[in-house]
């Protein structure tokens, strides 16, 4: 059975992207603009992440206002920086609250995620996550996502190593305290287990104690493992990386979608990511003519390469500008209405985008979408599959 389906990155309008980019406003305004809020950690570790998603929204904004706006209105974008902290990250809900906001774009990362999903599941407000992967940061009915899954993404790795024979002795290094590593961790091991893959070690490691990975990596290597599956952030895969290279230990590294960054760590030895393998939704290094357009008007803006997540923010509010245009809402509606409209609203429409291909949605907030698996290779990320968009 083919891993993925065909995938391709195409979508939305190149002329869009090619207009002269206006600011959108800042918090005033009544019933005469789409007041869209958006939250993620844009400081901190996890600074990367939420920054780039803003930067992407934000792009994305600004091009939709200079087009006209989302049936003839104006949209104002909010982001608050949430310190990847789910405490944190509900205060900042209200804050929005308090502003008038009548869509979420957020959160960015899953812990917060979850935390404000039963916030806004209370108030009845809808809820699209551009980058939040675990299965709880959509489990109330008025949240959806825009990227895959944690348990996609764990499935998703199982099945690409067994078609592809990448590994005869597989370990596994995973973090569990954190929501996002623990989802793709159990579904890898479960998958793994129905293709008949064969794990020989699996080690944890906590929020407490992410910096020396030692121990781990010695029963790894002890057990002549041949490849090390890493789902967790790319900041304790550059701690891991240059700790399996002092104890010679250079094992086929893969990885999933919180790999992206991990050429851009402080004081990291890129040259050490080599060779690194990772599931991911977009690639700069994509020919597609969508894609390129929007990769020139993030640089034009912001002077360097979008990741995945600015183009997962990019995508998300050319995702709530479908729906709503899709069912003829208005800014002046109450945030209850406009909630209920486009729950079933998503359940209609088809979206294409730089890290969507004729993405659809099901009643339970996900997308139908697969990730592309990428390699590091002298410093960029080549797509090594699907083979019809692989980059030399």
């Given at each position: 059975m083919k891993m993925f389906k065909k995938i391709a990155c195409i979508g939305v309008a190149t002329t869009l992207l090619a207009m002269t980019l206006t600011a959108c406003g800042g918090g005033s305004g009544g019933d005469d603009v789409w007041r869209i809020g958006g939250i993620g950690?844009?400081?901190?570790?996890?600074?990367?992440f939420g920054q780039s998603v803003q930067n992407g929204a934000q792009l994305a904004v600004d091009q939709i206002n200079a087009a006209g706006g989302i049936n003839g209105f104006q949209i104002e974008f909010n982001f608050q920086d949430d310190e990847h902290d789910a405490e944190i990250s509900v205060n900042a809900y209200n804050s929005l609250k308090d502003w008038g906001?009548?869509?979420?774009?957020?959160?960015?990362?899953?812990?917060?995620?979850?935390?404000?999903?039963?916030?806004?599941?209370?108030?009845?407000?809808?809820?699209?996550?551009?980058?939040?992967?675990?299965?709880?940061?959509?489990?109330?009915?008025?949240?959806?996502?825009?990227?895959?899954?944690?348990?996609?993404?764990?499935?998703?790795?199982?099945?690409?190593?067994?078609?592809?024979?990448?590994?005869?002795?597989?370990?596994?290094l995973y973090d569990s305290s954190d929501a996002y590593s623990t989802g793709i961790f159990e579904t890898f091991v479960a998958e793994a287990d129905l293709l008949g893959l064969n794990?020989?070690?699996?080690?944890?490691?906590?929020?407490?104690?992410?910096?020396?990975?030692?121990?781990?990596?010695?029963?790894?290597?002890?057990a002549d493992a041949d490849l090390l599956f890493m789902p967790f952030y790319f900041q304790e895969a550059a701690l891991v990386l240059q700790q399996a290279y002092n104890m010679d230990f250079q094992p086929i590294f893969f990885?999933?979608?919180?790999?992206?960054?991990?050429?851009?760590?402080?004081?990291?030895?890129?040259?050490?990511?080599?060779?690194?393998?990772?599931?991911?939704?977009?690639?700069?290094?994509s020919q597609d003519e969508t894609t390129q357009a929007f990769v020139q008007a993030y640089q034009a803006e912001f002077g360097s390469l979008p990741n995945q997540f600015a183009a997962s923010g990019y995508d998300g509010i050319f995702v709530l500008?479908?729906?709503?245009?899709?069912?003829?809402?208005t800014p002046d509606m109450s945030v209850s209405d406009l909630t209920d409209a486009l729950v079933a609203t998503m359940l209609e429409i088809t979206v294409n985008g730089v890290t969507l291909y004729q993405a659809t949605w099901s009643a339970d907030g996900e997308p139908d979408k697969e990730p592309l698996v990428l390699e590091i290779r002298d410093g960029i990320y080549h797509i090594i599959y699907p083979e019809e968009f692989a980059t030399n």
């Amino acid at each position: 059975m083919k891993m993925f389906k065909k995938i391709a990155c195409i979508g939305v309008a190149t002329t869009l992207l090619a207009m002269t980019l206006t600011a959108c406003g800042g918090g005033s305004g009544g019933d005469d603009v789409w007041r869209i809020g958006g939250i993620g950690p844009t400081t901190g570790g996890a600074g990367l992440f939420g920054q780039s998603v803003q930067n992407g929204a934000q792009l994305a904004v600004d091009q939709i206002n200079a087009a006209g706006g989302i049936n003839g209105f104006q949209i104002e974008f909010n982001f608050q920086d949430d310190e990847h902290d789910a405490e944190i990250s509900v205060n900042a809900y209200n804050s929005l609250k308090d502003w008038g906001m009548q869509i979420l774009l957020g959160t960015v990362t899953s812990n917060p995620a979850i935390a404000v999903s039963e916030e806004a599941y209370q108030d009845n407000l809808f809820m699209l996550t551009p980058t939040a992967t675990a299965v709880r940061a959509i489990a109330p009915p008025n949240a959806f996502r825009v990227c895959f899954s944690d348990p996609s993404q764990g499935v998703a790795s199982a099945r690409y190593i067994h078609e592809t024979n990448l590994a005869e002795r597989i370990a596994i290094l995973y973090d569990s305290s954190d929501a996002y590593s623990t989802g793709i961790f159990e579904t890898f091991v479960a998958e793994a287990d129905l293709l008949g893959l064969n794990i020989v070690a699996s080690e944890a490691f906590t929020a407490a104690n992410r910096t020396d990975f030692s121990v781990q990596l010695q029963i790894a290597q002890n057990a002549d493992a041949d490849l090390l599956f890493m789902p967790f952030y790319f900041q304790e895969a550059a701690l891991v990386l240059q700790q399996a290279y002092n104890m010679d230990f250079q094992p086929i590294f893969f990885s999933c979608d919180g790999m992206d960054g991990i050429l851009d760590v402080d004081g990291f030895d890129a040259t050490l990511a080599e060779g690194v393998m990772f599931l991911a939704p977009f690639a700069a290094t994509s020919q597609d003519e969508t894609t390129q357009a929007f990769v020139q008007a993030y640089q034009a803006e912001f002077g360097s390469l979008p990741n995945q997540f600015a183009a997962s923010g990019y995508d998300g509010i050319f995702v709530l500008k479908a729906a709503i245009e899709h069912a003829n809402l208005t800014p002046d509606m109450s945030v209850s209405d406009l909630t209920d409209a486009l729950v079933a609203t998503m359940l209609e429409i088809t979206v294409n985008g730089v890290t969507l291909y004729q993405a659809t949605w099901s009643a339970d907030g996900e997308p139908d979408k697969e990730p592309l698996v990428l390699e590091i290779r002298d410093g960029i990320y080549h797509i090594i599959y699907p083979e019809e968009f692989a980059t030399n």
